[in-house]
């Protein structure tokens, strides 16, 4: 089985930095799509950043100041966060899907990790 584990989440002040990982095991097959989502107490899960096809795209809420990237030969996921706001904080999965159009849509992807807690406050 698809086995994704989360770590680096943590509490930051504002205008701090911090990198998520995401280790990826079990799978035989290439993902088309591997993302970050993150979700806020009583809100839904959004999509932060995914890199589909070599092809990334970020949500406008973190758009030069986050960072995905992919470490291929040890099947890891990062996100590099820097500049951290409040409305930052929140659960953060990875999550990946066979479906290249999958982008941002919950639906499409998969496999999920358990999340990593990260909270931005003064």
């Known amino acids: 089985d698809v086995r994704l584990v989360e770590s680096g989440g943590a509490s930051v002040q504002p205008g701090g930095s911090l990198r998520l990982s995401c280790e990826a095991s079990?799978?035989?097959?290439?993902?088309?799509?591997m993302a970050w989502f993150r979700q806020a107490p009583d809100k839904e899960r959004d999509g932060v950043a995914h890199v589909c096809r070599n092809e990334i795209y970020y949500s406008d809420s973190v758009k030069g100041r986050f960072t995905i990237s992919q470490d291929n030969a040890n099947n890891i996921l990062y996100l590099q966060m820097d500049s951290l706001k409040p409305e930052d904080t929140g659960m953060y999965y990875c999550?990946?899907?066979?479906?290249?159009?999958?982008?941002?849509?919950?639906?499409?992807?998969?496999?999920w990790g358990r999340g990593t807690q990260v909270t931005v406050s003064a």
């Open positions: 999550a990946v899907a066979f479906n290249v159009y999958a982008l941002f849509d919950v639906k499409k992807y998969e496999y």
């Open positions: 079990g799978y035989r097959y290439y993902f088309f799509c």
